[in-house]
């Protein structure tokens, strides 16, 4: 009877442990679900315009979300706008560890173009330079007309022609990998274009160097382009076929770079 006894009360302390530890779960996810929709707030806010008339359109849903323990980040969204389907500029958000509750964000132009983005709570933004240049990828098979194997081609491509490095020459240097998984596919193509991706080279989840790869069609001409641009504020290099095709220096907050921004801000803007 005692047996039984002591039983009980270690079946019930368990199960009170376990729904506990149940209901912080929730609330934790509360909590991530909470910040998710204020960062999709300020995603929301922006409005970018070009000469043309055209505007941005935001992408539904953040194309990536991430973590960084080593930069003491409880980790970020990367937020991306598109024109007639080609990526146009990307938006980062992340957010720093207590005890700091600070919360940063950067720009990125992805387009030759120049525009203005426009926020009611990041201000406004016009770059001074277009964020990208594109090349033509030489001594590759041309596109597939397959849409599957086609895909699994911009995979191996950018597996095989292209890397990347952040904070190169200095003794944090670090060789990033390239996500197999595209953060981004195209879904309206313009009319020049077969098909279209974009891959990130990160340290860890983190995405430092983005790759824009594209099949495009001009008379019957069909070929691979492609553009590298930074999504960090670390110095990045950028490689294609072992020939540097991105260099950019290390960023603070409010430094000027002609197509990247860089902030920092006070977690009670969210709120705002």
Known sequence: MRLAFYFMIAFSSCFRGGFIAAQEKKSAEQIEAAKRKDLDKIAESVEFLFADGQTGSLVKSPIFSWSNPERQSDGGLLYMWTKSGRPVATLGIWRVNEPTKKSGYE????????FEAKSSKLGNWSPEAGGVEFGRLTEVAAPLADNRRRQNQMRQIARDHFSAEIDPGTPNSEQLRVLPTPVF??????????????????????????????????????????????????????????VEVLSRVRLFPSSFHPSFKLEFWNESVLKD
């Open 185 to 242: 596919l195209y879904d309206e193509k313009p009319k020049d274009v077969i098909d279209g991706a974009v891959f990130s080279f990160a340290s860890g989840t983190d995405p430092e160097v983005l790759l824009i790869l594209e099949a495009r069609k001009i008379s019957n001409d069909e070929g691979w382009f492609y553009a590298m641009a930074r999504s960090t504020s670390h110095a990045v290099s950028g490689r294609c076929n072992g």
């Open 107 to 114: 720009y990125q132009s992805l387009t030759p173009e120049l």
